[in-house]
């Protein structure tokens, strides 16, 4: 059985902001300028005159909710491209605005498979094992394929989107991946990616 662990970075913070800026109207009430810029005017002393304040408060966290252990099962004998039999990984998004979704980098330890190494793509070599993940299409059922697959680089700096949630959105992903003929069956190894939350 191989693991994967989710590692997730502290979400963004975003500090609270109320702006406001103020647009002398005209006669008819209508702001002659757009957002950004300002007018100023004498108001007589008796009369009166109106100010558009506009305010805008931007959301102070952006979260998401996911697992954070996986275990898959990866072997030849799976039949189709996709070698990796894994639980369906849901993802919530609980903020207010648009997320993204982003691997920054991914652990990889292989030392209890001898002489296997990692592949960043789904062409492997004899001993070579890639691991990513795959946006679920049909519904409940683990891709047999990989078209779509976002791939796992090892032990380097990546910025690689996964997936991109609207406000309150939830999707859902696989994980993915393959072995060539001289990767050896009956051991683990582990595959920890590390995600970031930004508003998209």
């Known amino acids: 059985m191989k693991k994967l662990f989710f590692s997730i970075l502290p979400v963004m913070l975003v500090a609270a902001l109320f702006m406001t800026s103020a647009y ?23 009369s009166s005159n109106e100010v558009l304040m506009v305010g805008t408060v931007e959301p102070t966290i952006m979260s998401v909710t996911m697992p954070t252990y996986v275990p898959f099962h990866i072997a030849r004998s799976v039949q189709g491209e996709n070698k990796v039999i894994s639980p369906r990984i849901t993802v919530t998004n609980n903020s207010s605005v648009p997320v993204s979704l982003d691997v920054i ?31 679920e299409t049909l519904t409940n059922q683990m891709p047999t394929s990989f078209d779509g697959t976002k791939w796992l680089w090892a032990n380097t700096q990546q910025d690689l989107n996964v997936m991109s949630l609207g406000a309150y959105d939830n999707s859902t992903m696989y994980v993915v991946g ?6 050896p069956e009956n051991n683990t190894f582990s595959v920890i990616p590390t995600f970031i939350v930004r508003q998209a």
Not at 178 to 183: A, Y
């Open 24 to 46: 002398a109207a005209g006669p008819d009430g209508a702001v002659p300028y757009a957002a950004g810029a300002y007018q100023s005017e004498d108001v007589p002393i008796g």
């Open 178 to 183: 393959t072995l060539g003929s001289g990767v």
């Open 105 to 135: 980098y991914t652990s990889v330890d292989l030392s209890k498979l001898q002489g296997t190494t990692w592949n960043n793509g789904q062409y492997v070599g004899e001993n070579q094992i890639a691991i990513g993940f795959q946006l």
